[in-house]
């Protein structure tokens, strides 16, 4: 880590070096500071031997033709040079090599320029590229303000009760109330200064900011040659800004760079001017410089802002320069430039390592090899549209039956022209209101009806349809759309398949006109919207033209999108205008609530120890008071206007309260005191009409402060506004720990936030979070003009985030289109989690599904929510039909039984094909007799009807069995283990009867053994006989160790030292409640052994710990991490923590909060058995975990199995769209990791790829880390 006091930047100007009396020097100064210089000479062999350290030198060059002289001493000697101590700081000499520095840099760019064919964007384009630029550093930057000023916050009151005098530390005090009441303001004014310099760019022009980046504060706007009579602090406060800026240019050479040559070649000068990079450290630290121009602060307190500044939002800029960038090459600028080669080859240069020509380094042009086209299939776009285009695919799979493929086959995909004529046709009807487009499908159906004999529609225009009509579904019914524009929004389904069908890349480009304008149409029929009636027919005229619009690539988008802009940026700065006069009303009021809260703490110090005259507190009351606020807001604290009224006051109990008398505290005559007073009271409003009586009074109590009858009493202050909240308030064991979490979550709100509010008997109202006061105990909501709707302390907006009065709106500033891409990836992805769960052949549940829906019976019988009976059943006869008329009549009796099972129990029941021949079936019953008599009826309906094939006809039995679940059933598998069992043993008997399971029968033994295991694990935990193994978790496509990680499992040793499989002492665990204990264990453990081993840790990426659902719903199991964490010195990163999906989404909240808390300090998160359970994208988008572990049970027959080789797919497309990586369990063989991998999975795990190992082991492994 670079630990100098001032940050250096490179530069190559060449100079000549003089020691005390001695030889010239060639040299090459290569780097420079605020503090120093580093030479390198030319002729190393030529460095006097006799140098020492801080010998005097002089070094002279020239720049802009410009004779430079530095004084300066020898600091260090090293092999990259001489280190030299600048003697003397010269103003006008550092903007010098400042203004070098930049033209050096300026060349690279032109050099880089000069190579690269140029992109010409037109006007319409720039400014689409800057808005969406703007958007992405004003979300950055409104993110990392509110951190920084979060922590100038604290810094200052930590820096202030360092200080020792009363009025250095007021100082501080007084900056951070400033800070506090003006944080947002200085925010909007530092982003709305940068999005502007941007915006003048685009349009062309040069932003005056460009000239001020090399100059001192005051103003910027001093000549470079009056540099050096700049004032000395106006100097020190540039300088302290500059070096903020150089640390972080430093370290984000290269994308800061990339992003200056793309702006370059994006938005050219017609005269080749040179553009100033507008997100650029310099021109946020300037703009923020600027914005803090007014605040008075010691050059003490500028460093200490400035320094938070840089560790706060300068340190993290490399996180939007990356997207930054990508947007530029989105829009097609120099997307194939490789900025770090040339870097590379510059800085060998430099050394004179290489010659290097002027021309960069170029990512090669060409085909691309089969090999890595191989590969980059399984590389997934994040882009919405291609991830749903993948879904669409997985589901068209798992819906082929047998013969359809055939028929397709058959049959030839319409022509794209035909298609086209037909769209062309459709969209002059709806134009001409011949057809309407009201119903979802419309589309679909109109388009199927036109299709020729013979022909169908292909693959791609399928999907093409189901997403635009997808995409309107969600768009018309978001809630947000005026309902009568609803339909009117439909019609641009037309033009805009039109436009996909000729433009796939429609939804990947984010500034394609079609999708721009889309955009804002909905934007315009948003309810939110201010001039909501207005916009109506604006809507309508829109859709109009684009209907009337009959060229194939519907270029009437690109001719209504102006309009369209200026008319949402009207609205948009319609609505800025009222909530700023909204936020300004607040922080004023927050100002006078500061001021009284200040004043009353002042006149309580200085009046509280003291019986006063009722004159001095019919002053207090009658205009004092009014006049300390007005001099606080005015003047602020510290200026001699605040202070004037706290002195008088303390004049007057010199003079008049008995034994205060000091000749030596005297500082005003009395006559002088008393026109201090009337001077103050008039610049009051007399609104009591008091102020000629108080004058008086005052005046007569001066002359005769002992008058006995002058009545005495103590001041008592007022009320002083609400403050910080309490900090025990929050460990308050009087608030439960539910109502303490809404308060957190309600905190966690952000102003900018949508939210819905909802009142009982009235319509539901959209809410805009317009300002919160610093300490977060008030919340103001603006209606959607930006008007003021209502405020709410805290404790009212957590009350109604936790029943539903108060809903936050996801996503709700997001487009249109970007949210409803978005949703449909959901509802696609839903899709097919739902038909997976489905038997193709019967249309019932699958045995997966089945079980995790008995799990739910289970538990809600348990909780006495309800009763079940469970139903086994297995055909008899399924096997001689299958051996006498074929694979597909077998086929067709199971499909038959499906159909008489859902005619006799109805859609209530939950009933599932569990094997090949085998079904079962929850139903939910009142008492055992209900269900024993479905049993009886459906037993009957499939025994009294034969099945007929052919020429051949079958009287069919079944085997059933029946058994209740309730409060005291046992676990699910347990449950399903025992029917299968009986009924088995009943088909084998020739039993015909309904069998009834019992409790006390022999099936029951299972858990009569897992209860035996509960002394087993406290002794176990006791006696230490748990173990901890790992297994390897290794990259697929990457054998870097940095990557591969090892999952923490655990073993049970027996008392003759046996490894016993640890499912029974788990699940007893569990059911019994020591989980808990056991994951403390094992985490205690594993830390352990990370912190006793920090060479070998270093050689892996760490641990994946499971957490069970005991744990995650233990309030205190929080604070036993983070205890553990302090202990055990760890990388926070290497620690891996797996929640499974079940245990994740019965207590969503709660499971985000837990992962959002130790993401904070560096932790990761893995959702374990996805898959298992519900797997709903909607809950995946809620929890921020890093890695998806597919369910084990899908792995293991996906060679063979299409379903789950479906799944597996789905759920990888998913998961890499949201972000994750995708974790594969159960790998065993070369075919399963080759199948896993040509999916995209990005992990594997299983015994090809490392079997467990006791963690000891690790240590003395020499396991090759890839696969």
Same mark, same amino acid.
């Given at each position: 880590?670079?630990?100098?006091?001032?940050?250096?930047?490179?530069?190559?100007?060449?100079?000549?070096?003089?020691?005390?009396?001695?030889?010239?020097?060639?040299?090459?100064?290569?780097?420079?500071?605020?503090?120093?210089?580093?030479?390198?000479?030319?002729?190393?062999?030529?460095?006097?031997?006799?140098?020492?350290?801080?010998?005097?030198?002089?070094?002279?060059?020239?720049?802009?033709?410009?004779?430079?002289?530095?004084?300066?001493?020898?600091?260090?000697?090293?092999?990259?040079?001489?280190?030299?101590?600048?003697?003397?700081?010269?103003?006008?000499?550092?903007?010098?090599?400042?203004?070098?520095?930049?033209?050096?840099?300026?060349?690279?760019?032109?050099?880089?320029?000069?190579?690269?064919?140029?992109?010409?964007?037109?006007?319409?384009?720039?400014?689409?590229?800057?808005?969406?630029?703007?958007?992405?550093?004003?979300?950055?930057?409104?993110?990392?303000?509110?951190?920084?000023?979060?922590?100038?916050?604290?810094?200052?009151?930590?820096?202030?009760?360092?200080?020792?005098?009363?009025?250095?530390?007021?100082?501080?005090?007084?900056?951070?109330?400033?800070?506090?009441?003006?944080?947002?303001?200085?925010?909007?004014?530092?982003?709305?200064?940068?999005?502007?310099?941007?915006?003048?760019?685009?349009?062309?022009?040069?932003?005056?900011?460009?000239?001020?980046?090399?100059?001192?504060?005051?103003?910027?706007?001093?000549?470079?040659?009056?540099?050096?009579?700049?004032?000395?602090?106006?100097?020190?406060?540039?300088?302290?800004?500059?070096?903020?800026?150089?640390?972080?240019? &430093?370290?984000?050479?290269?994308?800061?760079?990339?992003?200056?040559?793309?702006?370059?070649?994006?938005?050219?000068?017609?005269?080749?001017?040179?553009?100033?990079?507008?997100?650029?450290?310099?021109?946020?630290?300037?703009?923020?410089?600027?914005?803090?121009?007014?605040?008075?602060?010691?050059?003490?307190?500028?460093?200490?802002?400035?320094?938070?500044?840089?560790?706060?939002?300068?340190?993290?800029?490399?996180?939007?320069?990356?997207?930054?960038?990508?947007?530029?090459?989105?829009?097609?600028?120099?997307?194939?430039?490789?900025?770090?080669?040339?870097?590379?080859?510059?800085?060998?240069?430099?050394?004179?390592?290489?010659?290097?020509?002027?021309?960069?380094?170029?990512?090669?042009?060409?085909?691309?090899?089969?090999?890595?086209?191989?590969?980059?299939?399984?590389?997934?776009?994040?882009?919405?549209?291609?991830?749903? %285009?993948?879904?669409?695919?997985?589901?068209?799979?798992?819906?082929?039956?047998?013969?359809?493929?055939?028929?397709?086959?058959?049959?030839?995909?319409?022509?794209?022209?035909?298609?086209?004529?037909?769209?062309?046709?459709?969209?002059?009807?709806?134009?001409?209101?011949?057809?309407?487009?009201?119903?979802?499908?419309?589309?679909?159906?109109?388009?199927?009806?036109?299709?020729?004999? #013979?022909?169908?529609?292909?693959?791609?225009?399928?999907?093409?349809?189901?997403?635009?009509?997808?995409?309107?579904?969600?768009?018309?019914?978001?809630?947000?759309?005026?309902?009568?524009?609803?339909?009117?929004?439909?019609?641009?389904?037309?033009?805009?398949?039109?436009?996909?069908?000729?433009? *796939?890349?429609?939804?990947?480009?984010?500034?394609?006109?079609?999708?721009?304008?889309?955009?804002?149409?909905?934007?315009?029929?948003?309810?939110?919207?201010?001039?909501?009636?207005?916009?109506?027919?604006?809507?309508?005229?829109?859709?109009?033209?684009?209907?009337?619009?009959?060229?194939?690539?519907?270029?009437?988008?690109?001719?209504?999108?102006?309009?369209?802009?200026?008319?949402?940026?009207?609205?948009?700065?319609?609505?800025?205008?009222?909530?700023?006069?909204?936020?300004?009303?607040?922080?004023?009021?927050?100002?006078?609530?500061?001021?009284?809260?200040?004043?009353?703490? =002042?006149?309580?110090?200085?009046?509280?120890?003291?019986?006063?005259?009722? *004159?001095?507190?019919?002053?207090?009351?009658?205009?004092?008071?009014?006049?300390?606020?007005?001099?606080?807001?005015?003047?602020?604290?510290?200026?001699?206007?605040?202070?004037?009224?706290?002195?008088?006051?303390?004049?007057?109990?010199?003079?008049?309260?008995? #034994?205060?008398?000091?000749?030596?505290?005297?500082?005003?005559?009395?006559?002088?005191?008393?026109?201090?007073? %009337?001077?103050?009271?008039?610049?009051?409003?007399?609104?009591?009409?008091?102020?000629?009586?108080?004058?008086?009074?005052?005046?007569?109590?001066?002359?005769?402060?002992?008058?006995?009858?002058?009545?005495?009493?103590?001041?008592?202050?007022?009320?002083?506004?609400?403050?910080? *909240?309490?900090?025990?308030?929050?460990?308050?064991?009087?608030?439960?720990?539910?109502?303490?979490?809404?308060?957190?979550?309600?905190?966690?709100?952000?102003?900018?936030?949508?939210?819905?509010?909802?009142?009982?008997?009235?319509?539901?109202?959209?809410?805009?979070?317009?300002?919160?006061?610093?300490? +977060?105990?008030?919340?103001?909501?603006?209606?959607?003009?930006?008007?003021?709707?209502?405020?709410?302390?805290?404790?009212?907006?957590?009350?109604?985030?936790?029943?539903?009065?108060?809903?936050?709106?996801?996503?709700?500033?997001?487009?249109?289109?970007?949210? +409803?891409?978005?949703?449909?990836?959901?509802?696609?992805?839903?899709?097919?989690?739902? =038909?997976?769960?489905?038997?193709?052949?019967?249309?019932?549940?699958?045995?997966?599904? $089945?079980?995790?829906?008995?799990?739910?019976?289970?538990?809600?019988?348990?909780?006495?929510?309800?009763?079940?009976?469970?139903?086994?059943?297995?055909?008899?006869?399924?096997?001689?039909?299958?051996?006498?008329?074929?694979?597909?009549? +077998?086929?067709?009796?199971?499909?038959?039984?499906?159909?008489?099972?859902?005619?006799?129990?109805?859609?209530?029941?939950?009933?599932?094909?569990?094997?090949?021949?085998?079904?079962?079936?929850?139903?939910?019953?009142?008492?055992?007799?209900?269900? $024993?008599?479905?049993?009886?009826?459906?037993?009957?309906?499939?025994?009294?009807?034969?099945?007929?094939?052919?020429?051949?006809?079958?009287?069919?039995?079944?085997?059933?069995?029946?058994?209740?679940?309730?409060?005291?059933? *046992?676990?699910?598998?347990?449950?399903?283990?025992?029917?299968?069992?009986?009924?088995?043993?009943?088909?084998?008997?020739?039993?015909?009867?309904?069998?009834?399971?019992?409790?006390?029968?022999?099936?029951?033994?299972?858990?009569?053994?897992?209860?035996?295991?509960?002394?087993?694990?406290?002794?176990?935990?006791?006696?230490?006989?748990?173990?901890?193994?790992?297994?390897?978790?290794?990259?697929?496509?990457?054998?870097?160790?940095?990557?591969?990680?090892?999952?923490?499992?655990?073993?049970?040793?027996? =008392?003759?030292?046996?490894?016993?499989?640890?499912?029974?002492?788990?699940?007893?665990?569990?059911?019994?409640?020591?989980?808990?204990?056991?994951?403390?264990?094992?985490?205690?453990?594993?830390?352990?052994?990370?912190?006793?081993?920090?060479? &070998?840790?270093?050689?892996?990426? #760490?641990?994946?710990?499971?957490?069970?659902?005991?744990?995650?719903?233990?309030?205190?199991?929080?604070?036993?991490?983070?205890?553990?964490?302090?202990?055990?010195?760890?990388?926070?990163?290497?620690?891996?923590?797996?929640?499974?999906?079940?245990?994740?989404?019965?207590?969503?909240?709660?499971?985000?909060?837990?992962?959002?808390?130790?993401?904070?300090?560096?932790?990761?998160?893995?959702?374990?058995?996805? #898959?298992?359970? &519900?797997?709903?994208?909607?809950?995946?988008?809620?929890?921020?975990?890093?890695?998806?572990?597919?369910?084990?049970?899908?792995?293991?027959?996906?060679?063979?199995?299409?379903?789950?080789?479906?799944?597996?797919?789905?759920?990888?497309?998913?998961?890499?769209? !949201?972000?994750?990586?995708?974790?594969?369990?159960?790998?065993?063989?070369?075919?399963?990791?080759?199948?896993?991998?040509?999916?995209?999975?990005?992990?594997?795990?299983?015994?090809?790829?490392?079997?467990?190992?006791?963690?000891?082991?690790? !240590?003395?492994?020499?396991?090759?880390?890839?696969?």
């Amino acid at each position: 880590m670079d630990k100098r006091l001032f940050s250096r930047q490179r530069i190559a100007i060449k100079a000549i070096i003089r020691f005390a009396n001695g030889p010239a020097h060639n040299c090459l100064i290569r780097e420079f500071s605020h503090d120093g210089l580093l030479i390198s000479l030319d002729q190393p062999a030529e460095q006097p031997s006799s140098l020492k350290i801080d010998q005097p030198a002089l070094i002279d060059f020239s720049l802009k033709n410009q004779p430079v002289t530095l004084r300066v001493n020898l600091a260090h000697i090293t092999g990259a040079g001489l280190g030299l101590r600048l003697s003397e700081h010269n103003p006008a000499d550092l903007s010098l090599l400042q203004q070098a520095a930049q033209q050096q840099q300026n060349e690279a760019i032109d050099s880089l320029l000069r190579a690269t064919p140029q992109l010409t964007l037109n006007l319409e384009q720039r400014r689409q590229l800057i808005q969406s630029t703007n958007r992405l550093m004003r979300s950055y930057l409104d993110n990392r303000f509110e951190a920084f000023f979060q922590a100038i916050d604290r810094s200052l009151f930590e820096a202030a009760e360092q200080q020792r005098t009363h009025t250095d530390q007021q100082r501080y005090l007084d900056l951070q109330i400033q800070l506090r009441a003006l944080g947002q303001r200085l925010t909007q004014q530092t982003v709305n200064s940068l999005c502007r310099q941007a915006s003048e760019i685009a349009e062309g022009r040069l932003p005056a900011s460009a000239a001020q980046e090399a100059q001192p504060e005051q103003g910027h706007a001093a000549a470079q040659n009056s540099l050096s009579l700049v004032a000395k602090d106006a100097f020190e406060n540039w300088l302290v800004v500059r070096m903020v800026i150089s640390r972080a240019e &430093q370290r984000l050479q290269e994308p800061l760079l990339a992003l200056q040559v793309r702006i370059e070649a994006a938005f050219a000068m017609p005269d080749q001017t040179r553009i100033w990079n507008p997100y650029s450290p310099a021109a946020i630290a300037l703009s923020f410089a600027d914005a803090i121009d007014s605040l008075a602060m010691t050059l003490e307190q500028r460093k200490q802002l400035f320094q938070l500044f840089h560790d706060v939002l300068m340190q993290s800029l490399d996180k939007v320069y990356a997207p930054l960038n990508q947007l530029f090459m989105d829009a097609g600028v120099l997307a194939d430039i490789d900025i770090s080669a040339y870097l590379a080859t510059q800085r060998l240069a430099a050394q004179g390592a290489v010659d290097v020509s002027p021309e960069p380094t170029r990512c090669a042009a060409g085909p691309v090899p089969a090999q890595a086209q191989l590969k980059e299939t399984g590389t997934v776009s994040q882009s919405a549209f291609s991830t749903a %285009s993948r879904l669409l695919s997985v589901e068209r799979q798992l819906r082929r039956r047998p013969g359809h493929a055939a028929t397709v086959s058959a049959m030839v995909s319409m022509p794209p022209e035909q298609l086209q004529t037909t769209l062309q046709q459709l969209q002059q009807a709806v134009l001409q209101g011949r057809t309407q487009l009201e119903s979802p499908g419309a589309l679909r159906q109109f388009l199927q009806s036109s299709v020729a004999p #013979g022909q169908r529609l292909g693959s791609q225009e399928q999907d093409s349809v189901e997403m635009v009509e997808s995409l309107f579904e969600h768009i018309v019914h978001n809630g947000q759309i005026l309902e009568d524009l609803r339909s009117e929004l439909r019609k641009l389904e037309i033009p805009l398949l039109k436009v996909m069908l000729k433009d *796939p890349e429609l939804f990947s480009a984010e500034h394609h006109p079609a999708r721009q304008a889309i955009n804002q149409i909905a934007r315009l029929a948003d309810q939110r919207s201010i001039s909501v009636d207005d916009n109506r027919q604006v809507v309508i005229e829109a859709i109009r033209t684009l209907l009337a619009d009959e060229s194939d690539n519907n270029e009437a988008f690109g001719k209504i999108l102006s309009g369209l802009d200026e008319r949402v940026q009207r609205e948009q700065q319609l609505f800025e205008r009222n909530l700023r006069r909204v936020t300004e009303a607040c922080e004023g009021q927050q100002r006078i609530n500061q001021a009284n809260a200040l004043i009353e703490q =002042e006149l309580t110090a200085l009046l509280a120890n003291h019986a006063l005259a009722e *004159p001095i507190l019919e002053l207090i009351d009658n205009g004092w008071k009014e006049l300390m606020r007005l001099s606080y807001i005015r003047e602020g604290v510290g200026s001699l206007a605040w202070e004037m009224p706290l002195v008088v006051l303390d004049q007057l109990i010199v003079r008049t309260v008995p #034994g205060q008398w000091d000749e030596k505290r005297l500082r005003f005559s009395a006559k002088k005191l008393m026109n201090l007073i %009337s001077k103050g009271l008039s610049k009051i409003p007399d609104s009591t009409a008091r102020h000629k009586d108080v004058i008086s009074d005052l005046d007569n109590l001066l002359r005769d402060p002992e008058n006995s009858e002058v009545k005495t009493r103590h001041f008592i202050p007022a009320n002083a506004p609400a403050g910080k *909240p309490d900090a025990t308030t929050e460990a308050d064991p009087l608030v439960d720990k539910d109502q303490q979490r809404w308060r957190k979550r309600a905190r966690q709100l952000q102003p900018g936030q949508w939210l819905e509010r909802h009142s009982q008997g009235k319509d539901s109202r959209l809410y805009y979070l317009a300002w919160t006061d610093p300490d +977060g105990g008030l919340m103001v909501f603006c209606n959607h003009r930006g008007s003021k709707a209502e405020e709410m302390p805290l404790e009212l907006v957590a009350e109604l985030l936790r029943n539903g009065g108060l809903t936050l709106l996801k996503d709700a500033d997001s487009p249109a289109l970007e949210q +409803g891409l978005d949703s449909l990836v959901q509802t696609v992805y839903d899709k097919l989690a739902i =038909e997976a769960a489905m038997d193709p052949l019967t249309g019932l549940k699958t045995r997966r599904e $089945f079980i995790r829906a008995l799990g739910d019976a289970v538990s809600r019988a348990r909780d006495g929510e309800a009763r079940f009976a469970l139903l086994f059943m297995d055909v008899m006869q399924f096997k001689l039909v299958n051996n006498t008329c074929g694979y597909e009549a +077998g086929d067709q009796l199971l499909q038959s039984i499906a159909t008489t099972i859902r005619d006799t129990i109805g859609n209530t029941p939950v009933a599932g094909r569990v094997g090949v021949d085998q079904f079962a079936m929850i139903l939910p019953v009142d008492s055992q007799n209900e269900g $024993f008599r479905l049993a009886v009826a459906l037993k009957s309906a499939i025994e009294l009807r034969r099945f007929v094939s052919a020429e051949h006809s079958f009287a069919i039995a079944c085997a059933m069995s029946m058994i209740a679940i309730d409060k005291h059933s *046992p676990e699910p598998m347990e449950l399903l283990r025992s029917i299968e069992t009986v009924t088995e043993m009943s088909k084998k008997s020739g039993h015909r009867d309904i069998q009834i399971i019992k409790p006390g029968d022999t099936r029951f033994r299972e858990r009569d053994e897992v209860i035996s295991w509960v002394t087993r694990i406290t002794r176990a935990l006791d006696e230490n006989r748990l173990k901890v193994r790992c297994q390897k978790i290794a990259p697929i496509a990457d054998a870097s160790a940095a990557n591969t990680h090892y999952e923490i499992l655990l073993t049970v040793v027996d =008392e003759h030292g046996e490894h016993l499989a640890p499912a029974d002492f788990i699940k007893a665990a569990e059911e019994f409640n020591r989980m808990g204990a056991v994951d403390r264990w094992v985490i205690e453990t594993v830390l352990r052994w990370m912190d006793a081993n920090p060479e &070998q840790l270093a050689g892996f990426g #760490g641990f994946s710990v499971n957490l069970s659902g005991c744990s995650l719903n233990d309030e205190s199991f929080l604070d036993f991490l983070f205890e553990l964490l302090v202990s055990y010195n760890v990388p926070r990163d290497k620690l891996i923590f797996e929640i499974t999906e079940t245990a994740a989404i019965d207590n969503l909240a709660d499971a985000a909060d837990f992962i959002n808390e130790m993401k904070e300090i560096g932790c990761r998160f893995s959702l374990d058995d996805f #898959g298992s359970g &519900q797997s709903s994208y909607a809950y995946l988008k809620r929890l921020p975990v890093d890695f998806i572990k597919i369910d084990g049970a899908f792995i293991r027959n996906i060679a063979e199995d299409t379903f789950d080789f479906a799944l597996v797919k789905s759920i990888t497309e998913m998961g890499h769209f !949201l972000g994750k990586k995708i974790i594969a369990e159960y790998v065993s063989s070369v075919e399963i990791l080759e199948i896993v991998s040509q999916l995209g999975v990005d992990y594997a795990q299983g015994f090809h790829v490392g079997k467990p190992m006791l963690l000891e082991q690790l !240590l003395t492994s020499d396991i090759p880390l890839e696969i």
